[in-house]
T-cell receptor, first 111, second 119 residues
Framework: DIVLTQTPLSLSVTPGQPASISCKSSQSLLQTDGKTYLYWYLQKPGQSPQLLIYEVSNRFSGVPDRFSGSGSGTDFTLKISRVEAEDVGVYYC????????FGPGTKVDIK | VQLVQSGAEVQKPGASVKVSCKASGYTFTDYYIHWVRQAPGQSLEWMGWINPSSGGTTYAQKFQGRVTLTSDTSINTVDMELRRLRIDDTAVYYCARVRHFGSGIVDYWGQGTLVTVSS
């Protein structure tokens, strides 16, 4: 099974400052079709998760451009260029190369 | 597009629970339905998926033999049944829509159903 680890597990950010979350996979997420099946989801308090980034670096519809994703193989990063109050919640990386697996989550709050 | 789940459940250990997910606003058979659960204060845990068109399913190894996903195309509903419930099955259960096989793009989620297992 593919295991995803995230660092840090919690993050307190001043509004307007950047934030970065790392996700590492136990196996390469590069599929034979050339795509890398790594995603980022945000679960705001009391809500269902919502998709931010798909296939490493593609912003989903309606996602602000302050969110960006990068990485390859087994190492990935989600960056928020300027954190806003509405960005609080738990961020999960997820892989779909072999079924679905989620990371442990990174809780982001505002200082 | 909406995925509307059935209401909260309280069950005893050893019992079974069935959670429904009713889809509307799109062609039901064009999307896979996945189930993901979240125990209190924990991460998300994928349970399985169903292709509503064919009825084909795939389950996480952890749940093999205890979970069954079924679809009814006449009422655009997917059911998730979990049997032999344990205390640690207490969680919010979500259904989620995915367009393509193997994709992790979940564009719509249900509102979640809290299942509490308690003696």
């Amino acid at each position: 099974d593919i295991v995803l680890t995230q660092t840090p597990l919690s993050l307190s950010v001043t509004p307007g400052q950047p934030a970065s979350i790392s996700c590492k996979s136990s196996q390469s997420l590069l599929q034979t079709d050339g795509k890398t099946y790594l995603y980022w989801y945000l679960q705001k308090p009391g809500q269902s998760p919502q998709l931010l980034i798909y296939e490493v670096s593609n912003r989903f519809s309606g996602v602000p451009d302050r969110f960006s994703g990068s990485g390859s193989g087994t190492d990935f990063t989600l960056k928020i260029s300027r954190v806003e109050a509405e960005d609080v919640g738990v961020y999960y990386c997820m892989q779909s190369k072999q079924l679905f697996t989620f990371g442990p989550g990174t809780k982001v709050d505002i200082k | 597009v909406q995925l509307v789940q059935s209401g909260a459940e309280v069950q005893k250990p050893g019992a079974s629970v069935k959670v429904s997910c009713k889809a509307s606003g799109y062609t039901f058979t064009d999307y896979y339905i996945h189930w993901v659960r979240q125990a209190p204060g924990q991460s998300l845990e994928w349970m399985g998926w169903i292709n509503p068109s064919s009825g084909g399913t795939t389950y996480a190894q952890k749940f093999q033999g205890r979970v069954t996903l079924t679809s009814d195309t006449s009422i655009n509903t997917v059911d998730m049944e979990l049997r032999r419930l344990r205390i640690d099955d207490t969680a919010v259960y979500y259904c989620a829509r995915v367009r393509h096989f193997g994709s992790g793009i979940v564009d719509y989620w249900g509102q979640g159903t809290l299942v509490t297992v308690s003696s």
